[in-house]
């Protein structure tokens, strides 16, 4: 075994919102069968952390291996716990209670209730489907909500948030261990920032923010840790990082998005949460680009350095289908319905493809909060009949075998891994060559387009050649597949490993 310790810094376990991405479990599972430990250190609070945690072992997303921690459940951990075990027993709330009517919210999805007593509105509570007490907020004589209590999936009471009587926003957060005890308290500005922490443990001290309670969490966690590798996949953590006071660790900032303002590409500025990052580049051991593309543009605007390393995301194998088993006029992009993806360009473009093919269909895989507008594009452009809205996809790779192309037109991506998973799957690309990703991983040509952003005419002109010319997609289809080689596994654990090798020299 390796002496380096892989340390993860991340806020949150939330693999919905990109917090815990496919991308960062794969190296933690790839680290921990090379290291004695690999250890995760997460900073949001997260109500239901341990549930989290539990179903990412369970479902083995993450190896049971690897150390999950969490900031505020090592809060809400500590005391002896006997409360938490009496309540854990019976943890359902019930509805009714004493000396209050209670008259029930229909607009919230999980069930929600109003209190009063006398008349006078004094409680709200929401309940999970299962009907566990999610919280109870308390209200004063005229309506304002001054508290709300929060409770974790086992009935424990985790944090009581006091809010401003006018903007109805949290002053002040107190957290509570499993005896009822408030071990920290935080109050936070008129902007929501968290400020002055106080930790009421053993011996009570006071921080400046949160943010410095967190580093000191942090840096105590990493004086018990041999040799760590301390790795911040965001440009939210970087600040914590490069901060950290312990002389035996080494840094390694990995690179995930398009690190450009609008247009996105080298015309426009650096955008501002960069900003740290390019000011304190040289505090890095380690600097990962998933693209080439990334690499030359920053190498050209603040150096080129030892310390930058191109590792891109896994093309993993699919298995073939069979000839001719995809729908020669069906094209699908999977993607989120926000303005980042560009799905009314897409759908401008397959406009034009309706008129060269009357029975051209395309199918988009996804949500998020333009759907309701992208469906009205959709009228306006009348092709009902031929655009669908098909929801979340859970099965990708049939998905993408089903069709003669797959789209991507966002205004700019980190990567891409649509990209890879549907040449993967046998299918050709047709995409927006836009920064970073497309031209890394598409061959114009040979397993797919690229097309200048914005040129809806031309990427319609890409999709019509696939789809009416049979020997040209059998030929892109032939050489999508080479994708698991050049992104193989082998190749992206190789160069992970000598980078973690490089920082024990």
């Avoid at 998905?399 to 700019?412: G, K, R, V």
Wanted: glycine share 6%; charged share 30%.
């Amino acid at each position: 075994m390796a002496k380096n310790t892989p340390v993860f810094v991340f806020n949150s376990l939330d693999v919905v919102r990109g917090g815990l991405t496919k991308a960062v479990m794969t190296r933690a599972n790839t680290f921990i069968k090379h290291y004695d430990e690999v250890v995760f250190l997460t900073l949001k609070f997260q109500r239901n952390f341990n549930e989290i945690k539990q179903a990412l072992y369970d479902s083995g997303k993450l190896h049971k291996k690897i150390k999950l921690l969490n900031f505020f459940d090592e809060i809400n951990s500590s005391g002896k716990g006997m409360r938490q075990k009496r309540r854990l027993k019976d943890p359902i709330f019930n509805i009714v209670e004493n000396g209050y009517a209670v008259v029930e919210d229909e607009v919230p999805e999980e069930p929600s209730y109003r209190y009063y007593r006398n008349g006078i509105y004094e409680k709200y509570k929401r309940f999970d489907e299962n009907g566990h007490l999610l919280f109870v907020d308390f209200m004063n004589e005229s309506r304002h909500r001054y508290r709300r209590d929060e409770y974790n999936p086992g009935g424990a009471l985790i944090r009581s948030r006091h809010t401003d009587l006018f903007t109805n926003k949290s002053r002040l957060d107190r957290y509570f261990d499993k005896d009822g005890k408030c071990h920290l308290s935080i109050w936070l500005n008129g902007n929501g920032e968290e400020k002055r922490t106080v930790y009421f443990g053993n011996e009570p001290v006071e921080y400046p923010t949160l943010y410095d309670a967190q580093t000191a969490w942090v840096e105590k966690k990493l004086a018990t840790i041999n040799h760590p590798v301390v790795m911040s996949d965001s440009r939210g953590t970087d600040k914590l990082v490069v901060n950290i006071r312990n002389e035996n660790i080494k840094r390694v900032a990995v690179l995930h998005n398009n690190h450009y303002q609008k247009p996105f590409d080298n015309t426009a500025k650096t955008r501002n949460s960069w900003t740290f990052f390019f000011q304190h580049i040289d505090k890095f051991d380690g600097i990962v680009f998933l693209t080439e593309e990334q690499r030359e543009d920053i190498s050209q605007k603040f150096g080129s350095r030892k310390s930058y390393h191109v590792i891109p995301h896994v093309a993993y194998a699919q298995e073939k289908a069979q000839k001719d088993a995809y729908q020669p006029h069906l094209a699908v992009s999977l993607a989120r319905y926000d303005g980042q993806k560009r799905l009314d360009e897409a759908i401008t473009a397959f406009a034009h493809v309706v008129k060269e093919i009357p029975d051209a269909q395309y199918h988009i895989y996804g949500f998020g909060p333009l759907e309701q507008e992208i469906k009205g594009l959709i009228r306006e452009q009348n092709l009902q009949n031929h655009i669908k809205l098909k929801g979340f996809s859970f099965d990708p790779t049939k998905t993408y075998q089903e069709a003669a192309c797959s789209i991507l037109t966002s205004d700019f991506e980190g990567f891409g891994m649509v990209l890879t998973e549907s040449l993967a799957a046998g299918t050709p690309v047709v995409s927006y060559d836009v920064k970073y990703g497309p031209k890394d991983i598409v061959r114009d040509g040979v397993d797919g387009f690229l097309v200048p952003k914005g040129d809806t005419k031309a990427l319609a002109e890409k999709i019509i050649a696939i789809m009416k010319d049979q020997q040209l997609r059998d030929k892109l289809s032939h050489h999508a597949l080479d994708v698991t080689k050049r992104f193989s596994y082998k190749k992206y654990k190789k160069a992970w490993l000598s980078l973690m090798k490089s920082m024990s020299e």
